[in-house]
């Protein structure tokens, strides 16, 4: 027999050894049994806006049979589909290992701040209005007055996401009150002063007020004069603040 004749046989012999072993690995896979629910919550300790027993009883509810089932019968998509209903998660994915278990990845919402007057709802990075804002162990921004959903969505957004980029501006400011005219009054968590900061709409240049602010207080100035000289800081008038007692 030829040495190329050898080759092909060798070749067959082998596809063939393959396609019986994947037929015999993927029947053992489609009897095999699911043993476990293994759930991991991005930022839990964060924001706990979901537990993992929440999960799995959302799952239970649903009907879908998880442990214990044949791993072929197990919905994944329809289990994902179940958890991402909840307002408070962004994604879900879900997967079986190798060791017959279940694992279910969840990344919940990340909220920027909080919306309280007429109505209260959360924000969140993405710009989603979270309604019915549950109680979370981290401190945002709280947001009154004024505000509309649009307005919140959008400049008070770019507003709010600019102060938190700087770790000093996301420290000093507390809490931010919008006036019917749309002007913003900041109140700090240092002192007991009101910063006026006038309007944050494009292009209105708030980037250099809050800049300013940043620079008055690095400058220590308050250290000497005492941090409750002031009641009003106004950022309002072009490269100047204006305090007074």
């Given at each position: ?47 706990s806006f979901v537990s993992k027993r929440a ?191």
């Amino acid at each position: 027999m030829s040495l190329r004749r050898v080759v092909i046989v060798v070749l067959i012999l082998s596809a063939l050894a393959i396609l019986i072993f994947s037929i015999r690995f993927n029947g053992k896979l489609r009897d095999a049994l699911c043993s476990e629910i293994v759930i991991e919550i991005r930022n839990e300790k964060t924001y706990s806006f979901v537990s993992k027993r929440a999960v799995k009883e959302a799952i239970e509810k649903a009907g879908l049979q998880v442990v214990g089932q044949r791993i072929e019968d197990i919905k994944l998509d329809k289990i994902r589909s179940v958890i991402e209903k909840n307002p408070y998660i962004l994604s879900a994915r879900c997967y079986v290992s190798k060791a017959n278990k279940l694992y279910i990845d969840i990344e919940e919402r990340q909220p920027m701040f909080r919306v309280v007057n007429f109505d209260n709802y959360f924000v969140d990075s993405r710009r989603v209005m979270l309604e019915n804002p549950i109680a979370i162990p981290t401190y945002l921004p709280i947001v009154s007055g004024t505000v509309t959903k649009t307005f919140a969505r959008n400049e008070l957004f770019d507003f709010v996401a600019y102060i938190q980029a700087d770790e000093f501006l996301s420290k000093l400011i507390q809490q931010i009150y919008v006036s019917q005219n749309l002007n913003i009054e900041l109140i700090t968590a240092l002192g007991n002063q009101v910063i006026k900061v006038g309007r944050i709409g494009k292009d209105s240049g708030f980037e250099a007020r809050l800049r300013r602010l940043k620079s008055f207080y690095l400058s220590k100035t308050l250290n000497h004069i005492g941090w409750d000289k002031y009641t009003a800081i106004d950022l309002r008038f072009d490269k100047q603040i204006v305090c007074k007692r």
